[in-house]
């Protein structure tokens, strides 16, 4: 099993930019396919990004442009660069890995960070 540990939350003004980190320990991370899910106040966790350990990625639509996911195996961390912030994008952000590919199912994601806020005030 993978540990996980995000970093990199804050405030932040619309039309700013932020990177999150997460660093993964315990395992291999090669073998895991590594997404950050969002939670904003009152909505259901939702996969905001994902990338495969091929480096392959996911976004869904809303941040599509404006994300991007990075992983650096030698590292063993993943990353998450915002740019372009707004307030739809204030949540806690989690960092979340499961072994073998990619799926949108929060479900399958067995290994999860504890979470790291990121506020955007207009």
């Known amino acids: 099993q993978v540990q996980l540990v995000e970093s990199g939350g804050g405030l932040v003004q619309a039309g700013g930019s932020l990177e999150l980190s997460c660093a993964a320990s315990?395992?291999?991370?090669?073998?895991?396919?590594m997404g950050w899910f969002r939670q904003a106040p009152g909505k259901e966790r939702e996969l905001a990004a994902a990338?495969?350990?091929?480096?392959?990625?996911f976004y869904i639509d809303s941040v599509k442009g404006r994300f991007t996911i990075s992983r650096d195996n030698a590292k063993n961390t993943v990353s998450l660069r915002m740019n372009r912030l707004n307030s739809e994008d204030t949540a806690v952000y989690y960092c979340?890995?499961?072994?073998?590919?990619?799926?949108?199912?929060?479900?399958?994601?067995?290994?999860w960070g504890q979470g790291t806020q990121v506020t955007v005030s207009s």
């Open positions: 315990g395992d291999t991370f090669t073998s895991y396919t």
């Open positions: 990338i495969t350990s091929a480096g392959a990625t």
């Open positions: 979340a890995a499961k072994t073998g590919w990619f799926t949108t199912k929060e479900v399958l994601y067995t290994n």
